[in-house]
């Protein structure tokens, strides 16, 4: 996505700097040939060439809302995945059964599957509402989630998460006391399940920009589950699948009326991410019918072809200016609808979903009580990924 104040003439003139030059050379020659050879017949009627402009730039004017309606619905459906994400965080954390004692070959061991992870079990601020332990937050902070003019997030310094750490009191351990509180986040069940959602929406990611999942998701699954996830076509799905399995497991330990409504809440949540998947697919896999490409671009050139012959009689030598400034308009109209058209191609004008999944894991991550948080993906030369 584009977040410069300004556009840069070497990038805009690599879109349209060949076909406005053929149109430039076209003008040229049709005054050459008017003025200097006195071939008056190549001179045609304005009327004409003005309908066909008015016309043109009202198929122009369709054809770019409809692309920019595709990539505001794009960004739309990631600003609910963003939220689904934090609302599914929250019931996993808040609603999951209490963490039980495990029999030896429950495959839960988290050694090597959080490495960013310093051995906190609890963040502060969920550990608060079940002891009178609490934090102060750092001032100056920012994850990424809302940013300047520029596209630039605040990030957390050295000094500020110094300074969070000692603000935070300290937490009592689980030999003192963290399991009695029966704060439900505590276990590594809830962990793995917050770590899938942060692997689910990469892997959308990467199923969206046609790219291999795997290597992106790998530090937030067990071995077993990645092995497992090599067969699948689609991946985002199959998280979906496997968390909806876990979530069975976990809640099939804890029977009861409570414990079904808590499952009923949590699988409503999954589905309203399957929908969000599905809108991303639908827009990837539909383009806009090919007939609202095609027939703007050949009338564009058309037309350009036809303005230096309807004005060189009545602007003579100033016809490759004029003609040089309405190309320059209408060539960026068209190159404007199809560059917004296909929100999700990895490119300047995608939707930033490498900034937008950083944001869910910097958020997830947090509520998870680590510190070690990596930053915001920043705009690269006034892009933002």
């Known amino acids: 996505m584009i977040v410069r104040r300004t556009l840069t003439w070497t990038r805009m003139l690599g879109y349209l700097g060949r076909p406005l030059a053929v149109h430039t050379a076209v003008a040229v020659a049709v005054v050459l040939a008017h003025r200097a050879y006195g071939q008056r017949w190549i001179s045609v009627p304005d009327l004409p060439v003005s309908i066909l402009a008015a016309a043109l730039g009202i198929l122009l004017g369709f054809r770019n809302n409809s692309g920019y309606d595709r990539w505001w619905e794009a960004r739309t459906l990631w600003g609910g995945i963003v939220n689904t994400s934090r609302r599914l965080a929250r019931q996993v954390l808040s609603l999951l059964p ?10 839960l061991g988290d050694e090597g599957l959080y490495a960013a992870d310093e051995g906190r079990r609890v963040s502060p601020l969920l550990a608060s509402a079940y002891t009178d332990t609490f934090a102060v937050p750092a001032r100056g902070s920012g994850d990424g989630a809302v940013r300047d003019r520029l596209g630039r997030a605040g990030g957390v310094s050295p000094a500020g998460a110094a300074a969070t750490a000692a603000a935070v009191l300290p937490l009592p351990d689980e030999e003192d006391g963290l399991e009695s509180c029966a704060f439900p986040g505590a276990s590594r069940e809830a962990r793995e399940l917050v770590y899938a959602q942060i692997g689910f929406v990469n892997a959308l990611r990467c199923h969206l920009r046609r790219q291999d999942p795997l290597p992106e998701i790998a530090p937030y699954f067990r071995p077993a589950v990645l092995e497992a996830l090599r067969d699948e076509q689609n991946v985002p799905t199959a998280i979906l699948v496997w968390m909806a399995s876990r979530l069975r497991r976990a809640f099939g330990r804890a029977p009861g009326t409570e414990s079904t409504m808590r499952l009923v809440a949590l699988d409503e949540t999954l589905n309203e991410l399957t929908n969000l998947l599905g809108g991303c ?69 995608d939707t930033p979903m490498t900034a937008l999944c950083r944001t869910i894991e910097i958020n997830l991550r947090q509520m998870l009580g680590e510190r070690t948080l990596p930053p915001p993906v920043q705009p690269v030369d006034g892009y933002l990924y």
């Open 98 to 107: 209490a963490a039980r004692e495990r029999s030896d070959d429950d495959p």
């Open 281 to 349: 697919e639908r827009i990837k896999n539909t383009p806009i019918p090919r007939q609202y490409d095609f027939l703007p671009r050949v009338m564009v050139r058309v037309y350009l072809f036809l303005l230096p012959l309807s004005v060189v009689a009545e602007l003579g030598l100033a016809t490759p200016l004029v003609t040089v400034v309405i190309a320059f308009l209408f060539l960026s109209l068209d190159a404007i609808g199809r560059n917004v058209e296909a929100p999700f191609e990895n490119d300047i004008h």
